[in-house]
């Protein structure tokens, strides 16, 4: 077999270039290591929705949804511990007592 025959025989998949050796990942770091904007995202949206389930609530009863808006109310419950959680994180590691990237 022809060494042009081996490599086209040869999986060209990421996984298996990686695996070769012929890939390499690059370094590259998360844009926001807080998490704090995330999760101030994910409170408004979830307090949006609160707002829109509010305003449908009476057909929402109707068709037996109305469970929805304690949906929304955890969601938004959640997000603010979340905030919490992120925030305590965040002291820890600007104080220099927590890598970054251990979670």
């Not at 060209?12 to 904007?37: C, F, M, W, Y």
């Not at 305003?55 to 068709?63: A, G, N, P, S, Y």
Request: charged fraction near 25%; hydrophobic fraction near 45%; aromatic fraction near 10%.
């Amino acid at each position: 077999m022809t060494e042009e025959e081996a490599a086209s025989k040869k999986r060209n998949d990421p996984t298996s270039q990686l695996a070769r050796g012929e890939l390499v990942h690059a370094e590259v770091k998360p844009l926001d290591l807080s998490g704090i904007p995330s999760v101030i995202a994910g409170i408004i949206a979830w307090a949006v929705a609160f707002v829109v389930v509010l305003i449908f609530r009476d057909d929402l009863e109707k068709d037996g949804r109305g469970w929805w808006l304690w949906v929304t109310v955890a969601g938004f419950g959640l997000g603010l511990i979340g905030l919490w959680y992120c925030r305590r994180r965040w002291a820890a590691i600007q104080a220099g007592h927590r890598s970054e990237t251990e979670d």
